[in-house]
């Protein structure tokens, strides 16, 4: 992976680069800092699951928000070719990869110091993203999947309930668990499409959205909270999108106060009923789905996702246990 960084890099006008790994998981991160100290960060994706034209819509909401909004957001830069978007190849790399160059974000993650004045903050952020969305006609040609089917990693279009998908995700449930497990999640399934039927896809309830802020995707400097990481973007309900952080946050024991905050700073600039704040947990629900499937599977075996693979796998039947039988 490093050859291919350097292989990508070369596309840049750009020299003298010191290149160092951040991090090997669902991506590989490299920090590159030029000599006169400019900072970037190169993002090398697993082996692609989506088109290059979908590649290449994540950049371009991405400079939009940078364009039209202040917040703060990856920038991608440009190669020679003026493309945010470098296909690179290297021996030993399995296909070609879908690299992009940003500038460096300075900020911290918070994991256990998390408090609710900065889920506050994560709620307007998020509430910000959304209103663009809403409110920006993507360019002709834009492409991005949907983010609510139940195999989290087949990006493409909806899965439309299709009860053959269903059948796959329960299948792969029962060799990674039980048939209990199974069964709990086959009920789960339903109760979950149940909901997205009756919700429909109407501009008030749907959209393009960021689809995986949660604490590891956001950090905060100088007290301002910034969101990173728009490869999961696409098209699936609001509600969504406040389901991720909250699922992430589930088991701490001060998830009430950091739910609570979280909703109050979304409905400082978007409205949530009371009626739609009840249906976060089938979205929660989901968001459960779609880890005990195809992430269980590569967090099973990626070496660097083995040691929460089974605490994972126990608390998301857990809480879809408290989904079905409240």
């Known amino acids: 992976m490093a050859d291919l960084a350097r292989v990508a890099l070369e596309a840049y006008p750009l020299s003298g680069l010191r290149v160092r790994l951040q991090a090997h998981r669902y991506n590989t991160t490299f920090r590159v800092v030029a000599p006169g100290g400019d900072q970037y960060l190169l993002r090398i994706p697993r082996a692609s699951q989506i088109s290059l034209e979908a590649a290449h819509s994540e950049l371009l909401w991405l400079a939009a928000l940078r364009k039209e909004t202040p917040l703060l957001v990856p920038e991608p830069v440009p190669n020679r070719e003026q493309s945010l978007l470098t296909v690179a190849t290297c021996p030993g790399v399995p296909e070609p990869r879908f690299c992009v160059l940003f500038r ?20 307007d952020l998020m509430a910000c993203l959304q209103d663009h969305a809403a409110r920006w006609t993507p360019p002709v040609g834009f492409t991005r999947p949907r983010v609510d089917n139940l195999e989290v990693l087949q990006r493409g279009p909806a899965d439309d309930f299709d009860p053959a998908i269903a059948e796959r995700v329960i299948r792969t449930i029962t060799a990674l668990g039980t048939p209990e497990a199974a069964a709990l999640v086959s009920v789960a399934i339903q109760k979950v499409w149940a909901t997205l039927r009756e919700l429909g896809q109407g501009t008030d309830v749907f959209g393009l959205i960021h689809a995986d802020l949660h604490h590891r995707n956001f950090l905060f400097h100088q007290g301002i909270a910034s969101a990173i990481d728009f490869d999961d973007c696409g098209y699936g309900h609001w509600l969504y999108d406040l389901a991720v952080p909250l699922t992430a946050l589930q088991q701490r ?13 979304y409905r400082r600039r978007r409205s949530l009923s009371a009626e739609q704040e009840g249906l976060l947990d089938t979205f929660m629900a989901l968001r459960r789905i ?30 879809l246990r408290a989904f079905v039988d409240p």
């Open 290 to 319: 779609q880890d005990l499937d195809p992430g269980a599977i590569e967090g099973k075996d990626h070496r660097a996702l083995r040691a929460n693979w089974q605490a994972n796998m126990e608390g998301g039947l857990q809480e």
């Open 253 to 265: 024991l001060d998830y009430r106060a950091l739910r609570e905050a979280l909703l109050m700073g």
């Open 104 to 123: 460096w974000i300075e900020g911290r993650f918070l994991s256990s110091g998390l408090t609710p004045a900065h889920l506050f903050q994560v709620g």
